[in-house]
């Protein structure tokens, strides 16, 4: 499912315009990457949960002339699947 067909959904099951549908959407997304952006942890309970995973700097090497290549400390989004989620995925 991508994200018009959520909107596509919401708009079917709340009986609601597709603009007013695509703006809940919007809103719900940016509200959870403004959250994770301040390094917040967001959890639906029984759905999922997201978190951001902090990396430090690291030395690598580059693979084509294996040059040591200093990579920086980084960020990245993480997502964990609930129990709920997982046992209706496996019937």
């Known amino acids: 499912m991508n994200k018009l067909e959520l909107i596509s959904a ?4 709340a009986n609601i315009s597709k603009s007013e549908a695509a703006r809940i959407v919007q809103i719900f997304f940016d509200s959870m990457a403004d959250s994770m952006a301040k390094g ?8 999922c949960s997201f978190y951001v995973k902090n990396y430090k700097s690291y030395t690598g090497r580059n693979p084509k002339t294996g040059e040591k290549v200093t990579i920086k400390p980084k960020k990245l989004p993480f997502f964990k699947s609930g129990k709920e989620l997982k046992e209706r995925v496996d019937i």
């Open 40 to 47: 917040d942890r967001i959890e639906i309970r029984g759905l």
């Open 10 to 13: 919401l708009k079917n099951e």
